[in-house]
């Protein structure tokens, strides 16, 4: 355990290419490496520019092997809130994955059993490589909603407030609120052999830095990153220290 690596760009154009360039040499060293990959807003950049390689052929992600990072409870994959659907958009097709090679969580029956199944393969596959994560104001990873300790599995959670609301960026003010989720659990992000945290923007100023140098803690669940073998955190300077 070293402590986390700090990449602070200049802006969001920047923070994305510096990403991609991190994933790009991790899959140059690992062509078929297991990789987490999360949704929401952070990352997209860095997967479009990874896409624009994976087309100009200066970059190979399709050996790659996908593990899903966060699910909503109870939705069907046709919905067009299905992190399963927004995870084979952003990533998994543009980089030409076959969809074999995507662990995916369960989202509506036997939702235990799928999590031990979805551990399983995690533990099959020899652990994981690269877990790709965001952070949420807070202070989650996946649906590792705070409190979440280190010691948590892939299971399913209730949503916070602050998540549900955080979420309406994505969908809309949705009818029919889903309020669980499922997430892969803290100790399977903890023990991935690298961890790339990213961040964007004032809005996470505060909890980045609380995650960063604050006590660790399972109130923040990011702050338990700190205690993987390798974790890099690239952000902006807005998220970093609120200056453009
Ligand atoms: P965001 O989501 O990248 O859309 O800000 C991060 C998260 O909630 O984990």
Known sequence: MAPPSILVQRDYDDLSHAGADFVASIVAARPDATVLVATGETP?????ELA?????????????RVFQLDEY???????????????LRAFVDPLRIPHERVVRLPSRSDIPGGCAAYDRSVADAGGIDLAILGIGVNGHVGF??????????????????????ANTRYWGQEERIVRRGV???????ISARRVLLVASGTGKRDIVRRA?????????PASLLREADDVTLLVDRLAWNGMA
């Open 44 to 48: 997209m950049g860095l997967y479009a």
């Open 52 to 64: 624009l390689r994976q087309k100009a052929g200066t970059f190979d992600g399709s050996r790659l």
């Open 73 to 87: 409870a109870g939705i069907a994959d046709q919905d067009r809130r299905s992190l399963y659907g927004w995870t």
């Open 144 to 165: 590792n909603e705070p409190p979440s300790d280190r010691w948590t599995t892939t299971r399913e959670v209730e949503l916070t407030p602050e998540t549900i609301r």
């Open 183 to 189: 997430t892969v659990g803290m100790t399977t992000l």
């Open 212 to 220: 960063m140098l604050g006590p660790v803690s399972a109130e923040v």
